[in-house]
């Protein structure tokens, strides 16, 4: 049985024996340099685990396990275009530190990269993988075009934000253990079942994540404190804040995200005071434990070994910034 910090010392080995500095290297160290500064490897590590909670031999995980952090970290470096974004992982973003045309054509090579790791799964299993991984990645596309879709319409509701982050972010961390589980040669009832699980882990992963943004401390989350707040994005505190308030605090919430030329900070301190008033920090920290718990609730169905479902109870709490 791995522990989880070994299994996270497994992952960093495999990066760090990776071969990304090549040439040309304008192309090639905006990759290293993302994945260098490596975030928690949480989908990585979800693939590993899964793998040996259903019995399977980690050593055959690794590769694709690399090719979905891999993926998710294109993912970012594409997004960080699309939303400006100034810092990722409190360090310059790659279209901020170099250019966007490098930060697109470099995000399209980590693509292809994603591609040849996970491609290096057992041949008899690689059917059901990249079934399972293409459609994973045409799932967040449609995620992040909903995202984009919803910049501009005023009438987004809380069904279709859910119905959003399922696709941008859940999906994937559900692809990690429902990975680990096939390349386990799982039986697809049981595969399905742990996919599940992880659609709700993600939904809680991305609440906590716009929680974060409203609540969180700038040191630790990584980015900008109230990015979400200054580019009016329809989060769930977004929408949740429109959805409660009444009256005149309805209308001081409407002043605030309509004003044109706003000054950040002031605004991001009034909607963060508005949020407290409305109550939004806790009906988000409710919503965060709903789906917390019916994803333990399936965990928990599942009768693994009690010592590996221990390690990814643990991993589950690091997701979600629980203490454990």
Same mark, same amino acid.
């Given at each position: ?7 996270? /010392? ?15 290297? +304008? ?29 399977? !031999? ?37 279209? /901020? ?12 090579? *980590? ?13 008899? =299993? ?17 995620? +992040? ?5 919803? $910049? ?7 069904? $279709?934000? *859910?119905? *959003? ?15 680990? %589980?096939?390349?386990?040669?799982? $039986? ?9 699980? &992880?659609? !709700? ?18 040191? #630790?989350?990584? #980015? ?20 409660? %308030?009444? &009256?005149?605090?309805?209308?001081? =919430? /409407? ?8 000054? %950040? ?23 965060? %434990? =709903?789906?917390?718990?019916?994803? *333990? !609730? ?7 070994? $009690? #010592? ?9 709490? !690091? ?6």
């Amino acid at each position: 049985m791995h522990r989880l910090p070994e299994l996270h /010392r497994l992952i960093e080995k495999a990066f760090s024996e990776a071969a990304f500095n090549r040439d040309p290297m +304008q192309l090639y160290q905006p990759i290293s340099y993302t994945l260098e500064l490596g975030g928690k490897r949480l989908r990585p590590a979800l693939v590993l685990l899964s793998c040996e909670l259903f019995g399977g !031999e980690i050593g055959k995980a690794i590769f694709p396990a690399m090719g979905v952090e891999i993926f998710h970290n294109f993912t970012l470096l594409h997004d960080d275009i699309m939303d400006n974004a100034p810092i990722r992982r409190g360090h310059p973003t790659v279209h /901020r530190k170099w250019d966007i045309n490098t930060a697109i054509l470099s995000g399209d090579t *980590m693509f292809v990269i994603a591609y040849e790791y996970v491609a290096k799964t057992d041949p008899t =299993l690689l059917p059901a993988v990249l079934d399972l991984f293409n459609d994973t990645a045409r799932k967040v596309c449609e995620g +992040q075009q909903y995202d984009m879709d919803y $910049e501009t319409r005023e009438d987004v509701t809380i069904d $279709e934000y *859910m119905i *959003m982050i399922r696709l941008k972010t859940a999906v994937l961390i559900a692809c990690s253990l429902k990975l680990g %589980a096939l390349v386990a040669g799982t $039986e697809p009832g049981l595969a399905n079942r742990i996919y599940d699980m &992880g659609i !709700e882990l993600g939904l809680a992963f991305q609440l906590r994540d716009d929680y974060l943004d409203a609540f969180g401390e700038a040191g #630790k989350f990584g #980015k900008a404190i109230g990015g979400d707040i200054a580019t009016n994005k329809k989060t769930y505190l977004y929408l949740k804040a429109f959805e409660t %308030a009444r &009256g005149e605090t309805a209308g001081r =919430l /409407r002043h605030v995200f309509s004003d044109p030329v706003p000054h %950040a900070e002031q605004k991001i301190n009034t909607v963060i005071r508005l949020y407290k008033e409305l109550g939004i920090d806790t009906l988000t920290r409710k919503e965060i %434990a =709903l789906h917390h718990d019916r994803a *333990m !609730e399936i965990l928990h169905s599942f009768g693994f070994n $009690e #010592k590996l479902t221990v390690e990814l109870i643990h991993l589950m709490e !690091e997701m979600l910034g629980r203490e454990k």
